[in-house]
């Protein structure tokens, strides 16, 4: 699994060790394990026994399960900022800009679908529960990259709008069927082994279609 950029931030519930393939592994871990078991009946051990290792190691990278959850959120979110960033900022008609988008965003989500998974489906759940100042303003980070990769999406349908290519929708309200569409496949698709990757790019496409016809004029 790819890391964090070098030059991204250390999450904040990471000891300063916590660098590089040691904590890659802990985290590809741990979201296998959230998704099997939910976040609330899964342990450390039970993330130490994922990967092989004994609790300790884990200890040595995180202090608490809670951070660990965190940074899986930070991960998705660097993982899809970079992803669409270019996707977004590329030449070419906004129709075209967002099936890409639309495209590498289920692809995304299928190939690290664990990590996918936690993080659309456990953020506002952790929101609501009890956090600490420390946690709260790491929680606060991820909000703000959610919103960010959110206003990517917002600018390419204004732009679709304006040049015709998509009916005059409010594009900050159209965003969020548009994304909430998408992130639903965190809910029913189901990783099958050996993957299939025509079986992928086929939904994908089908998402696409869905997409981008509903935004035409």
């Not at 060790?17 to 939910?38: K, S, V």
């Not at 990590?115 to 980070?141: I, Y």
């Not at 639903?184 to 990757?197: F, K, M």
């Amino acid at each position: 699994m790819a890391g964090l950029p070098a030059d991204a931030e250390p999450p904040s519930g990471a000891r300063p060790a916590a660098r590089g393939e040691g904590r890659d592994a802990i985290l590809e871990a741990a979201a296998a394990a959230f998704t099997e078991r939910g976040y609330t009946a899964t342990t450390i051990d039970d993330i130490a026994d994922r990967l092989g290792a004994t609790k300790g190691r884990v200890y040595h990278y995180y202090r608490s399960k809670a951070d660990i959850f965190l940074d899986i959120h930070r991960y998705a979110m660097q993982r899809m900022l970079d992803e669409m960033t270019p996707l977004a900022a590329a030449p070419g008609p906004a129709a075209a800009r967002i099936a890409g988008m639309v495209r590498a965003h289920a692809l995304l989500l299928m190939a690290s679908f664990p990590f996918q998974r936690v993080s659309v489906q456990g953020l506002e759940r952790h929101l609501a529960g009890q956090v600490t100042e420390r946690q709260r303003s790491a929680l606060e980070g991820v909000i703000q990259m959610r919103d960010a990769y959110e206003a990517l999406f917002v600018g390419v349908l204004e732009a679709g709008v304006t040049s015709g290519e998509f009916r005059p929708v409010v594009a900050r309200r159209a965003v969020k069927p548009i994304l909430g569409s998408l992130n639903w496949l965190t809910v029913w698709y189901r990783p099958r082994q050996p993957e299939d990757a025509a079986a992928q790019a086929a939904i994908a496409d089908e998402m696409v279609e869905f997409v981008v016809r509903g935004l035409r004029p």
